[in-house]
């Protein structure tokens, strides 16, 4: 078995902070992405890479920035925290080929921004 | 947009069944997933559908019908325990998109 890691667990950010999101697996899965989860609300997609160094915009990318340099490592930024932004980061990982869809999630980190 | 919708809430007794619906209208379609998400933790996959019709996996069984763009979900003598949110997600047919609902919490009484 594999299991995805996300760090911090926890992040607290002023209003206007750049603030990275760490997230590393170990399935050796070639794809891996970025969700953001709020309260009542669907996961939406951030970003996603279907390689090391490659990054693919999802719905949701506007005020993110992402980076794959290695196969096990995805990480996110929030390029300028938003005030009383409150929300779920989840990263998730996946063999990406048609026949094994599935995806693995990793904890999630948590943000307050202040 | 891709558009996937479920019902916000669901309640059931202990014993009994309940059926977590899924609606969704997508630009493309290659398959329907469930997840399970209890509270405070990562969603957890249950189950993968393509083709039409119900596939029986125990405990949870899942429909799909193409055609009229809807999934359920089926859980079977519930426990307090299946007391959780429960996420459909449309894969486009870039196979590495998923389009999530906001899921359904199902909460499940004695």
């Known amino acids: 078995g594999g299991i995805i890691t996300q760090t911090p667990k926890f992040l607290i950010g002023q209003e206007g902070q750049k603030l990275t999101l760490k997230c590393q697996q170990n399935?050796?899965?070639?794809?891996m992405y970025w969700y953001r989860q709020d309260s009542g609300k669907g996961l939406r997609l951030i970003y996603y890479s279907i390689t090391e160094n490659d990054l693919q915009k999802g719905d949701l990318s506007e005020g993110y920035d992402a980076s794959r340099e290695k196969k096990s490592s995805f990480s996110l930024t929030v390029t300028s925290a938003q005030k009383n932004e409150m929300a779920v980061f989840l990263c998730a990982s996946s063999p990406g080929t048609p026949s094994q869809n599935t995806l693995y999630f990793g904890a999630g980190t948590r943000l307050s921004v202040l | 947009g891709q558009g996937v919708e479920q019902p916000d809430n669901l309640m059931s007794v202990e014993g009994t069944f309940a059926r977590v619906n899924c609606t969704y209208s997508?630009?493309?379609?290659?398959?329907l997933s469930w997840y399970q998400q209890r509270e405070g933790h990562a969603p957890v996959f249950l189950s993968y559908v393509v083709l039409d019709g119900l596939k029986d996996s125990g405990h949870f069984s899942t429909f799909l019908s193409r055609s009229n763009g809807y999934s359920y979900l089926l859980l079977t003598e519930l426990q307090i325990k299946d007391s959780a949110s429960y996420l459909c997600a449309v894969r486009h047919p870039n196979y590495n998109v998923l389009y999530f609902g906001s899921g359904t919490k199902l909460t499940v009484e004695p």
């Open positions: 399935f050796n899965h070639d794809t």
């Open positions: 997508t630009s493309g379609f290659n398959g």
